[in-house]
């Protein structure tokens, strides 16, 4: 009798420690995006005007007509929730499944993103992967508690994130015309965007199609931060668009590494909320 009641105080212990470790990893993920939220200017946002887009290329001077951004607000923040399915290795044929949300703002450039998985059964797998002031920071916990992966202080691991939120400017478009972003021609359909921020820097390569629509954006990303790794080409495809607030922003994606040995789609997810300057909002959304 004492045996079984031993196994099931020790039983409610591991579930408290763990149940306690997720409430912390959430609670300082909130506060990282409240310090983050603080940052942004209180000043009435400005409107986008067609003068404003006059120096841009024509292919991107089209894409944002087609999002229909003029006559909107520059956006400041924007909050994102969204389902993907998501694996580790070219060889795995199952998917895992992933609830993520994201908070971005455009001024200062930054964003937070949060995830939960279920890798091990029984064990929740939970991530943040954050960009401010030029620096980035990825942190993997298993039931919260137990390290998985965490990059931190890297010149690599900065430069990824800076191209990562380049390559995302399709959910926030008023960046586009963002003094941190500076925009040259390829062809009609075609255009090279270039972000220098915080002695950081990186390029993506966003293809529309005739009509202006987004069609897909590349960047030559390190997959890793190890030493030896190389630029790879990552791709994200764009499947679908939606509106929010009267903008066209991408709803469901597919992200591929353009490997040696062949494309790797190791992530792809669907965007079921999208909201523009939800300052307040955000701050009160659990995670």
Not at 3 to 15: G, N, T
Not at 89 to 109: F, G, N, R, S, Y
Not at 132 to 149: M, N, Q
Not at 256 to 264: A, I, N, P, V, Y
Request: aromatic share 10%.
């Amino acid at each position: 009798m004492r045996k079984k009641v031993a196994i099931s105080l020790s039983v409610v212990a591991v579930a408290a420690l763990y149940k306690g470790a997720l409430w912390n990893f959430s609670s300082q993920s909130k506060k990282q995006i409240e310090q983050q939220l603080a940052k942004v200017p209180d000043a009435e946002p400005q409107k986008v005007t067609e003068e404003m887009l006059e120096q841009l290329p024509a292919p991107v001077q089209k894409w944002l007509a087609n999002a229909g951004i003029v006559g909107k607000d520059q956006i400041r923040t924007i909050f994102l929730r969204q389902t993907g399915w998501m694996r580790l290795k070219p060889e795995q044929q199952e998917w895992t499944k992933a609830e993520a949300e994201q908070t971005i703002t455009t001024d200062p450039p930054s964003f937070t993103w949060t995830v939960k998985m279920n890798m091990l059964p029984f064990i929740q797998i939970v991530g943040r992967d954050s960009f401010e002031a030029g620096k980035a920071e990825l942190l993997i916990k298993a039931a919260g508690l137990f390290p998985v992966a965490r990059e931190a202080d890297n010149d690599k691991t900065d430069q990824s994130a800076l191209q990562r939120y380049l390559m995302e400017v399709s959910w926030y478009p008023t960046a586009a015309i963002s003094p941190y972003i500076k925009w040259e021609e390829i062809d009609g359909n075609t255009a090279k965007a270039t972000m220098d921020y915080q002695g950081v820097s990186g390029s993506a390569t966003y293809h529309f199609k005739e009509d202006g629509e987004l069609e897909k954006i590349i960047a030559l990303r390190y997959k890793d931060s190890s030493p030896e790794a190389p630029l790879v080409p990552c791709v994200a495809e764009i499947k679908e668009h939606h509106s929010a607030g009267g903008i066209k922003v991408p709803s469901k994606v597919e992200i591929t590494w353009q490997l040696e040995e062949g494309d790797f789609t190791w992530y792809k997810f669907e965007v079921h909320a999208a909201e523009f300057d939800p300052i307040q909002a955000v701050k009160n959304t659990p995670l």
